[in-house]
Antibody, heavy 119, light 107 residues
């Protein structure tokens, strides 16, 4: 059974750096074809893809947020980490990680973690 | 960037067929995926690559993609189908645009 679970701070201050961890089980990110993405959703708004990391350590970022994002993986711990710098209140959202298939679908999602940016 | 449009809301009578559209330029040339999201829950993939159903998704959910419009069809709509539905597009590049979401109401 594939599961993913996000964790991180519930509250960050403006200008701070956010670090989120996605802990997963049921698959290995060292296996060919495995990919994990981060997606966020501001309250009452639509979903937005942020970043993706692949089994071969290829990394891809949203064009609009590229300068602020870093994605990495720890294969041994079965974790994917996303950092987002210079946080702003508009970044307040629920952040999800999801296993991503080869056709671009987010096939299994974590439960999400809500992050509020406020001073 | 590629834009994807969805109607804000769709209503359907209990037991009838609901159709939710997803519009985009030549969307038929892209993979379209559909997600169901109920309040307080994470999205759930219900259709991938235009018309494929993940394991565990009822056959009442189906998809199509032609021209500039992809469609999610929900047959014999049930109260449990009430949710927000999002389409998402992928064309092999490193962008994953989502539509704005459609709220489905079952009357």
């Amino acid at each position: 059974q594939v599961t993913l679970k996000e964790s991180g701070p519930a509250l960050v201050k403006p200008t701070q750096t956010l670090t989120l961890t996605c802990a997963f089980s049921g698959f290995s990110l060292s296996s060919s074809g495995m990919r994990v993405s981060w997606i966020r959703q501001p309250p009452g708004k639509a979903l937005e893809w942020l970043a993706r990391i692949d089994w071969d350590d290829d990394k891809f970022y949203s064009t609009s947020l590229k300068t602020r994002l870093t994605i990495s993986k720890d294969t041994f711990k079965n974790q994917v980490v996303l950092t987002m710098t210079n946080m702003d209140p508009v970044d307040t959202a629920t952040y999800y990680c999801a296993r991503t298939n080869g056709g671009g679908a987010f096939e299994i999602w974590g439960q999400g973690t809500m992050v509020t940016v406020s001073s | 960037s590629y834009e994807v449009t969805q109607p804000l809301s769709v209503s359907v009578a209990l037991g009838q067929t609901a159709r939710i559209t997803c519009g985009g330029n030549n969307i038929e040339n892209k993979n379209v995926h559909w997600y169901q999201q109920k309040p307080g829950q994470a999205p759930l993939l219900v259709i991938y690559t235009d018309k494929r159903r993940p394991s565990g998704i009822p056959e009442r959910f189906s998809g199509s993609n032609s021209g500039n419009t992809a469609t999610l069809t929900i047959s014999r709509a049930q109260g449990g189908d009430e949710a927000d539905y999002y389409c998402q597009v992928w064309d092999g590049t490193t962008a994953y645009p989502f539509g704005g979401g459609t709220k489905l109401t079952v009357l």
